[in-house]
């Protein structure tokens, strides 16, 4: 089995593992990270997205190999202690989230709509760029009002944060 | 109104796990020595089991068990059952085939669970199930519920002739026909309410668990009604008597009705645990899930109402056939009869209805209650026919609706209902302003010149929730009563427990109830908890669904806090040395009327444990109270939604341009939750309308079996929605609630229809109204024009 080394969440991991484990089991099953989810087989649904080496991705659609000598960030890495990160804040001020399976996974991607396009999302773009992120419980209304809520609190944000956070 | 009280947007106390990703739910559980459990399902839609190959697959790697359905049957363990008794018209009671959770001899619908293989990894339980390999003679199969009753239709099960389980009827069959025998016009339609895949984002999971030194079970489930499955498993399918048999919902990711019903899947996972003596795990694959979970709706309906020379409604005449799927899912029969024709009177006066309802088995997925549950069904009836017969008199939609209203309450339906409170007109009133109902022609026109084609439509639903008075859904057949439960539990230092059979996956109940006892009892939100999901901790309750869990989980708390605050007065009159009819609560403090004597809430609490200051013969120490509460009538939220679309004819591409929504669901106790409970349900009715469609091929095939195929309403398919409420008290609960968790589900697929009609200016054309399908009637349109 080969052996696996990787950053998550600050913190050096490394495992032997069988090849065909996909990023999301290593989290889930390996570290016991059970924040980022699995809602569909087909990559679609973005219950998974955690970023690796400060991009997004679906971890459901990489093999954990793939990710070797990479820095990950999950969900769990995202606050600093009880404090929470802007965008986390938002979802909770603007009801983002319902029953909280997709939230790990919008939340996210939504740092990486920020980290790619800016602190000011319109509506339009927000919907837009949520096309791989489903969701069942919300009809998205209050998703697109936190992501635009959090972008604007993170540019007024100055706390010093890992670098796939930012 | 105090900041955490009632009517407060309280921000939710749940959320901080979901946000941190420190939820915890069923798949997320892993215990010490857990096994895994796959299933192979059957890959026909009917067929005989002739033989299962599973030698090779037993002596794979990591393999402990393979079980079939003999081996499911050598545990005589009962079948799964429906427990709603409906009858037919001809007095026989419906015909409920067995449903094992593994068949012997015989599949009935593709996605049937046939084989469980239980390994030491998941992956290895996948792996072995696809080594097995399985001998099946194909038989032809049904899955259209228009076909299914044909003489020559292939039969399912010996016990239902014509694959028909029930022909039932409700209403004055005579004075409809009178009615109609008198009227200056008719109205009739044929509508299809096309079967959907609920799709929770969490999949549906299990953890089961046998402790043979004490015979008990524990089940960890991604359910609905921990305390209905448990009842089920233990009393129907006999899995372990009811006090071994732990069940636990913990986080659950969704529902939307798919997540009440009794499965296969955890029952296996239960039985497999006691035989191979190892917690198992099941967790099911999306891909599964499509063929495993109770789909929703699939009516096919015939429907006329009648009018006099006026444009007042004399009678309503229905014939629905309703596809129950292979097997009776745990309420399925419910589903198109009480929950269904009971609401076939909408927010109107009719004076007659009559409706016939016959449910067929099929060879597909079993299908149940999926948000709203029949209510949908009857609002896209009513409120279809009401926009049609309005174009066809040439009147104003809304004012053919506001000349039918019922206007007096209470309001006696011919279909059982009794309808409490409303003030329809003014929900109208109210969606017609904030949709500038006035100004729609002027942007019809103005679409026009931009080439697209504009349409507007409204819909003034009515849903019965609550659900419901025990004694009378008794009477109509259900097998449970559907009061709820509570239990607060008042700690010495002043926090409380508050302990309810409601469950909740997504609603928010940690923080609205919690609301309620911080605004009755004064304390801060921060020092009440609200425990639910666990048999273990909680008495009993009968779960989550029906938008019940306000009017009658939280009538059930209010009633427990009224026991609690007449026992703190008892406990305070002895600290004050007063009469006890003299105390005074209000805002947290305890107080002498006419005196300046005070104790707080918290003072009571200590007191009422250390129990210095009465004596054990006056009155009993601690402060616990619980209660049942069966409400007295079903609650009716009304509304009305106005939808607007835009229709680009060279795509045939239906944007949702403007959705507003206008509901009065009584007493809000959190209006940010409430909104998003709206938000939520709007987008999966129009979802139902525009996008989600469940195809079968005429083989048995699930076609659309997976996200590529099934289209799930993404975020841009929608405009920022209009939401806002008319309050009408509810009189039948002590809350005035009257529950908005369905409200949006039921009424956008008959408000987005009617704007599409409205746009394309033909009736014709049936949910999901794709772009393809929109393209098709525009190109039908064209030929018949150029052919004129």
Known sequence: ?166 | MSATGIGASVRRKEDFRFVTGRGQYTADIARPGQAHLYFVRSTHAHAKILRIHAGHASRMPGVIAVLTGEDFAAGKLGSLVCGWLIHSKDGTPMKMAPHPALPVDRVRHVGEPVVAVIAERADQARDAAEAISIDYEELPSVVDPAKAQAPDAPQIHEVAPNNTIYQWQLGDPAATEAAFARAASVTAIDLVNNRLIPNAMETRAAVAEYEPGTEQFTLWNTSQNPHVARLVLSAFVGIAPEHRLRVIAPDVGGGFGSKIFIYPEELVALWAAKTVRRPVKWTSERSEAFVADAHGRDHVTRAELAFDAEGKILGLKVKTIANLGAFMSTFSSSVPTYLYATLLSGQYDIPAIFCEVDAVYTNTVPVDAYRGAGRPEATFVVERLMEVSARRLGVDPAELRRKNFVKNFPHQTPVIMNYDAGDYAASLDKALALADYAGFPQRKREAAGRGKLRGIGLSAYIEACGIAPSQAVGSLGAGVGLWESAEVRVNPTGTVEVLTGSHSHGQGHETTFAQLVSHRLGIPIDNIAVVHGDTDKVQFGMGTYGSRSGAVGMSAISKALDKVETKAKKVAAHLMEASEADIVFEDGKFTVAGTDKAVTFGEVALNAYIAHKFSGAELEPGLKEGAFYDPVNFTFPAGCHVCEVEIDPETGRTDVVNFTAVDDFGNVINPMIVEGQVHGGIVQGIGQALMEACVYDESGQLVTGSYNDYRMPRAGDFPPLVVDTTVTPCPSNPLGIKGCGEAGAIAAPAAVMNAVTDALGTEDIAMPATPLAVWTVLQRQAHREAAE
């Open chain 1, 1 to 166: 089995m080969p052996a696996v080394s990787m950053t998550v969440n600050g913190t050096p991991v490394t495992a032997d593992i069988d090849p065909r484990t996909l990023l999301v089991q290593f989290l889930r099953e390996h570290l016991r990270l059970t924040g980022t989810h699995v809602g569909c087989d087909t990559s679609q649904c973005g219950a998974c997205v955690v970023h690796v080496n400060g991009e997004a991705v679906k971890s459901c659609a990489m093999l954990a190999v793939q990710a070797d000598g990479a820095e990950v960030l999950t969900i769990e890495g995202v606050a600093q202690g009880d404090t929470l990160h802007p965008m986390q804040e938002a979802f909770r001020d603007n009801h983002g989230l319902q029953c909280g399976f997709c939230t790990p996974g919008m939340i996210m991607t939504a740092l990486d709509m920020v980290r790619r396009l800016g602190p000011v999302l319109d509506d339009h773009t927000i919907r837009e760029e949520l096309e791989g992120n489903l969701c069942r419980c919300t009809g998205y209304h209050n998703i697109v009002k936190s992501i635009a809520a959090g972008a604007r609190a993170m540019a007024a944000d100055d706390t010093p944060r890992r670098a796939a956070a930012e």
